[in-house]
């Protein structure tokens, strides 16, 4: 980890954890592949006052992104193009504490030769969001994983 980051990152992830009534990972084997080597997992995250559907759709490239309501994670990459993601899928807790929502997602970087995948170099990533109204609100982390919004009408 990234000390000073890696420890505020765990204090905060932990303070959540303890906190929540509940809480629901979404996992590498909850993608189902295509013949085209395309991914795609529809996940419902029930909570006792909220309800959320989720989905992750990777490329046959191996590029991957949550949608949740207008916004789009990248939360899965094994497309080596430089950097891509340890373990393709991310780390992706979703936490209930009273009335709100969270969202943890963590996982290491790696610094890749195009050409030979050696691994140069590795980071700790992580953010954690709130979920409003089906819009993914960074509060907290050394990287944004977030893609694009939609516009909203």
């Known amino acids: 980890m990234n000390t000073l980051f890696g420890y505020c990152f765990y204090i905060m992830g932990l303070m959540i954890a303890g906190s929540a009534e509940y809480s629901e990972s979404i996992l590498k084997k909850d993608i189902v592949w295509d013949d085209y080597g395309r991914g795609f997992a529809e996940k419902r995250i ?38 891509l993601y340890e373990d393709e899928l991310l780390q992706l ?19 890749t030769d195009e050409k030979t995948d050696d691994v140069a170099g590795r980071q700790y990533i992580g953010a954690i969001y709130q979920i409003k109204e089906s819009k993914a609100e960074y509060l907290f982390g050394n990287h944004s994983f977030l893609l694009y919004s939609l516009p909203r009408k």
């Open 46 to 83: 029930s909570f006792p006052n909220k309800h959320l559907l989720l989905t992750i759709e990777v490329t046959s490239k191996g590029n991957g992104t949550m949608q949740i309501g207008d916004d789009f994670l990248t939360v899965y990459d094994v497309h080596n193009d430089g950097l």
């Open 93 to 111: 807790v979703f936490y209930a504490v009273g009335e709100s929502l969270f969202l943890v997602v963590d996982g290491h970087l790696l610094f």
